[in-house]
């Protein structure tokens, strides 16, 4: 079974650009999670897809979206990037969503924004 | 903001000894996790361990979870090289939104 699959692994952007990020998750899983990795703030959780419908939110600016298709591929949408931005971004796929779930992560996308 | 916390942040020790880290946490928890992660790269899941469970075992790990306390501990016993990474606890209440703790940065000098 393969495993969480994001792309791509490393993304170079300019501040004000924009950057989308996919995630496949582990077949049959339909809930997909992302996090932003920083060294000051550590692992933080920005939002969840499960069944095409976005179920948590994180504490992050409106600048973070994300968008989940019917095969449960997810997409990580940031507009007007900013310098603080640069961080690795990481999702998780879980078959369910709900309580005692595990979750898998994939190797992440490493985003700087120079 | 994180919920957990690792301690302590960094540990040294010779291949072969056991590894003990331990995990604290706020709120009410339905479940645990422990995840690995090597430098700069994604997070690997090791093993999960339930509000009612007190200990659970996958091969040379073991963790314990006290709520009472709040806080959880993972031990490697017969440390490797190859265990040399950062490790994290992530609890979980409603849906897949996990939060986790600072981590603890593990070496294991062979």
């Known amino acids: 079974k393969a495993g969480v699959t994001q792309t791509p692994r490393y993304l170079i952007k300019t501040r004000g650009q924009q950057v989308t990020l996919s995630c496949s998750p582990i077949s049959g899983h339909r809930s997909v999670s992302w996090y932003q990795q920083t060294p000051g703030q550590g692992l933080q959780f920005l939002f969840e897809y499960f069944s095409e419908t976005q179920r948590n939110k994180g504490n992050f600016p409106g600048r973070f979206s994300g968008r989940q298709f019917s095969n449960s591929r997810s997409e990580m949408n940031v507009s007007t990037l900013e310098l603080g931005d640069s961080a690795l971004y990481l999702c998780a796929s879980s078959q369910l969503t709900g309580r005692g779930t595990e979750a898998f992560f994939g190797q992440g996308t490493r985003l700087t924004v120079v | 903001s994180q919920q957990g916390e690792e301690d302590p942040q960094a540990l040294s020790i010779q291949e072969g000894e056991n590894a003990t880290m331990n995990c604290s946490y706020k709120?009410?928890?339905?479940?645990l996790q422990w995840y690995r992660q090597n430098s700069g790269r994604g997070l690997v899941h090791l093993i999960l361990i339930r509000s009612n469970e007190r200990e659970k075992h996958s091969g040379r790990l073991r963790v314990t979870l006290d709520t009472s306390k709040k806080s959880s501990s993972l031990l490697i016993t017969a440390s490797r090289a190859a265990d040399t990474a950062s490790y994290f606890c992530?609890?979980?209440?409603?849906?897949?939104?996990?939060?986790f703790g600072t981590g603890t940065s593990l070496t294991v000098i062979p």
């Open positions: 992530a609890t979980g209440d409603t849906g897949n939104q996990f939060y």
């Open positions: 709120t009410s928890i339905n479940n």
